[in-house]
């Protein structure tokens, strides 16, 4: 789920709320019976508050808090949910890009990020790179996989390589989001159609668009 359509609420199992509080200062709540029975404080970021929103993991143990600078960079924050209180298990720190989008898989061991890292219809030739037989790619975006009980997150970055019909307006613009997750694949749905990569995923990940 993106962030622009995650919530700011989400209801626990036993019915108690979980608040995202950012008018002003950043919390997270739990509320029961319509009172606080726990406060979160989140320090202000230095790259600046654009707005975030909440999911909850299936089992509704674990609970992301997803943000975005305004900067053209995305923060994560993965918590544990506690009958009274939340445990704060991993904070991503800036990440470069926009567009987050977040899932669960393998049993809720890993936690999935697709976060849009290129842009080119500002400026296609500036956007360009070579790579070491001299093929012009872009870099498109970042799949990052947190082991969870690890807490380590692994990055994977897309590089793109235009075909002669490549339509620059058409295709940098769309969604970059999960579509469909099992123990041999992952599928994204990308600007020009569904892309299927297979685990283990490569440090680098080519794509070329037909």
């Not at 997150?153 to 002669?164: A, C, F, G, M």
Request: proline share 5%; with cysteine; glycine share 8%.
């Amino acid at each position: 789920m993106q962030i622009c359509n995650m919530p700011k609420m989400v209801v626990l199992t036993n019915k108690k709320e979980i608040v995202l509080n950012d008018d002003g200062a950043i919390s997270l709540s739990i509320i029961s019976c319509g009172q606080n029975s726990c406060i979160y404080p989140v320090p202000y970021p230095s790259c600046g508050y654009g707005g975030g929103g909440l999911l909850l993991s299936p089992s509704k143990q674990f609970l992301v808090f997803s943000y975005y600078s305004g900067q053209s960079s995305e923060t994560f924050m993965l918590f544990k949910i506690e009958e009274c209180s939340l445990e704060l298990l991993y904070d991503s720190g800036d990440l470069c890009g926009e567009n987050g989008d977040f899932c669960f898989f393998n049993n809720e061991e890993c936690l999935l990020q697709a976060l849009r890292t290129g842009w080119w219809y500002a400026g296609a030739e500036d956007e360009e790179q070579l790579d070491k037989d001299g093929n012009k790619f872009y870099e498109f975006g970042i799949i990052n996989i947190l082991k969870i009980k690890e807490k380590v997150l692994d990055k994977h970055s897309i590089h793109v390589y235009p075909t002669s019909v490549w339509e620059i307006e058409i295709t940098d613009n769309g969604p970059f989001e999960f579509s469909e997750i099992n123990g041999k694949s992952l599928s994204v749905i990308t600007p020009w159609g569904k892309e299927v990569f297979y685990f283990p995923l490569k440090d680098v990940i080519i794509i070329k668009p037909k």
